[in-house]
């Protein structure tokens, strides 16, 4: 962002006052520093709270008035969440992770294909079929939830991870985000001395176009993962037998069994969302590039 | 990516075989340029049309019937399931009113708080980086994690908000039992998740408003606020409808923090009374603890009606708003 100094030469009226107005313009306010403030600590506090409940025993975290102060049981939680034979979260985990990571790479992959194609290749019907993928993005999947439901029973899937994978390892966001950054990404002229050289257009993909859409793929793979690892609603469905849970569907199993339990649930939560922090941390600003972005282009 | 395609592409001189290897190549590269457009979309097409399409078709079937897995035979009842969901089931109602109340309930408040955060974070500040990373690390959090958190902080005993409450003097509130506090305490898990997406989705509109019309607006005399209303609102009138449309899509999708506020099983029930089942909710009730499929199928297909309804609503509304400036 650069400030604003150049003026428009119809109004050449007291120079200096408008800039030292624009500057004004744009300094926090004392109330504005003390929403922000207020709004970090609103943000925040959850997750330590998370930590307070989770390094304490189940009565220190139900007693009165309630802790605010991280205890020392951290350890031991997290060893008697991970034993808990009932929610399976070692299992959880390695479950999402393997889902994640599977719809992640295949959303990245078939995104940058499908993408490049709608940017770059001429074919019939290239509208008509963007126009499906759009509409497909509205559509909430409660609304075929059942016949999918009855579908996984049929393919003997229940309870098993290619039901919470294989519907999702390609949607209709992931090849827009794709085809918009293709577009500007990608010169055609380069395109074009790829073709002349004798590429042919898998060549042109892989060796020109996915190059160029590197970033783009980074923030599409960081956003595919964090919503996969969070899914519930479907994974609830058809995940029903604890045995074989995703991390989020051991959190339930732990808030079922054990109600009362709340340094448990608060170690699991912690758990769960341990990894989703560490890409945050690593991550975060191209996290907050590619949201910020996707939002100005739609 | 120069050097790629110098590896990919020598261009070797070799006059006979040259010629034939390249009439071959170019009919070759015909067939390529026609068809394989078609192979680099069809994985998603697949999909869509066994995941997606073939079952909202065969919902809007078995809405017609009266599908069980208790059903020996199956038979077609026309569109019994939509009569009777419409006119004589108060529990449907129960829960499209407890929807559509939470959906308020959070949605105003989060777009209009998102707002006033984005156009804090538009100002010139210090660690600008950290207000935004904090402002947005709710949204790594999973539903199930908000809820679970959340279901403490407004549990009736020991609750982080009762104790509040009680240190100001006022009563503790059993926010499960009651209606309005339990749609409350729900919406503020909605609010805490997404707050600072949408803001950051306004800031980065906020950022793409020309900064003259506000240097011409304060000369002009024209105060902080009322900038506010009268330029950065209407010109982000779309992007406003934008996360309007997100969240009324969400919204009305409302499922798992409901769910996970009840402990113990039998969630989906929403309270002891159903005071905060939704929509959702009430369909999987009717899936797979009632075993009646064909009005599962009807149930699934008024929320979607109601989705689309809601959403071409908001769509108007937004439009007649912002149009008046």
Redesign the interface.
């Known amino acids: ?1 650069t ?2 100094t150049l ?2 030469p119809t ?1 050449p ?1 007291a120079p200096a006052r ?1 800039t030292h ?2 500057e004004r ?5 004392p109330l ?1 520093w003390f ?2 403030v207020l ?2 600590i ?3 506090f ?2 330590y ?2 930590i307070v ?1 989770a390094s304490r025993t189940n009565d220190a ?6 802790p605010f102060l991280p205890g020392g049981k951290l350890g031991e939680n997290i060893e008697r969440v991970l034993a808990n034979g009932d929610a399976n979260v070692v299992k959880g985990l390695m479950n999402s992770f393997l889902v994640s990571g599977t719809i992640t790479v295949a959303t990245v992959f ?1 995104g940058s ?2 993408g ?3 940017a770059k ?3 019939r019907g ?1 509208n008509a ?1 963007l126009l ?2 759009l509409a ?1 993005m ?3 999947i ?10 996984m029973a049929k393919l003997d899937w229940l309870n098993t991870m290619p039901s919470v994978t ?2 999702f ?4 966001f992931g ?1 827009f985000m794709m085809r918009q950054y293709a577009e500007q990404a990608v010169p055609n002229e ?1 395109i074009e ?2 073709r002349v ?7 042109v ?1 892989w ?2 176009v996915m ?2 859409l590197r970033p783009a793929a980074a923030v599409l793979g960081l956003l595919t993962f ?1 919503e996969q ?5 479907w994974p ?2 058809v995940l ?1 037998d604890p045995s074989n849970p995703t991390v ?1 569907i051991s ?2 199993s732990l ?2 069994a054990y ?1 009362a339990d ?1 340094s448990q ?2 170690a ?2 912690l758990i ?2 341990l990894p ?2 560490i ?2 941390v690593l991550f ?2 191209q ?2 590039g590619g ?3 996707g ?2 282009k ?1 | 990516m120069s050097l790629d395609l110098h590896a990919t592409a020598p261009p070797e001189p070799r006059p006979p075989r040259a010629r034939t290897s390249h009439r071959r190549a170019s009919s070759a590269t015909k067939l390529d340029l026609k068809y394989s457009p078609y192979l680099y979309v069809l994985p998603f097409f697949l999909i869509f049309a066994v995941f997606s399409a073939y079952p909202i078709a065969y919902t809007v079937w078995i809405a017609l019937t009266d599908r069980s897995p208790l059903n020996a035979t199956i038979s077609f009842v026309g569109l019994d399931n939509f009569v009777e969901l419409i006119t004589e089931d108060p529990q449907f109602w129960n829960a499209v009113v407890n929807t559509f109340g939470m959906f308020v309930l959070s949605t105003v408040p989060q777009l209009m708080l998102a707002l006033m955060l984005a156009n804090a974070l538009n100002r010139k500040l210090r660690a600008q980086t950290f207000f935004r990373m904090a402002i947005a690390m709710p949204i790594i959090t999973s539903t199930a994690v908000v809820a679970l958190i959340f279901s403490m902080i407004y549990a009736k005993d020991f609750g982080l908000v009762n104790w509040l409450l009680d240190s100001v003097g006022l009563d503790p509130i059993d926010w499960r039992a009651n209606r309005f506090a339990s749609w409350f305490a729900i919406s503020t898990m909605v609010d805490w998740r997404w707050v600072g997406y949408n803001a950051l989705i306004y800031l980065a509109a906020m950022q793409s408003i020309s900064k003259d019309m506000y240097e011409a607006a304060a000369l002009d005399g024209a105060s902080r606020r009322r900038q506010f209303w009268s330029i950065t609102v209407p010109q982000l009138r779309p992007t406003i409808i934008f996360t309007l449309i997100i969240s009324t899509i969400g919204g009305l999708q409302l499922f798992t923090e409901p769910l996970l506020f009840t402990s113990g099983s039998g969630g989906l029930s929403g309270g002891s009374e159903g005071q905060f089942q939704t929509i959702t909710m009430y369909l999987l009730d009717v899936m797979n603890q009632r075993f009646r499929w064909g009005y599962a199928g009807a149930v699934a297909l008024v929320l979607f009606v109601l989705i689309a309804l809601m959403s071409t609503v908001n769509y108007l509304l937004a439009r007649r708003i912002s149009s008046d400036k």
């Open positions: 962002m400030t604003t003026r428009p109004r009226t408008a107005q624009a313009l744009w300094k926090a306010s504005t929403g922000l709004g970090v609103l943000s925040l959850p997750f709270w998370m409940i975290a139900n007693s009165w008035p309630p078939f294909l499908a490049f194609a709608f290749l001429r074919f290239k079929l499906i993928i497909s509205m559509v909430p409660q609304l075929g939830v059942l016949p999918l439901y009855i579908l294989v519907p390892l390609i949607g209709g090849i380069l001395a790829a050289d004798g590429c042919s257009t898998w060549k993909y060796h020109v190059p160029a964090m690892w969070n899914q519930f609603f609830f469905v029903a989020q959190l339930r808030n079922t109600f709340n649930i608060f699991g939560t769960a969302t989703l922090f890409v945050f975060g600003r996290i907050i949201i910020m972005e939002a100005v739609s």
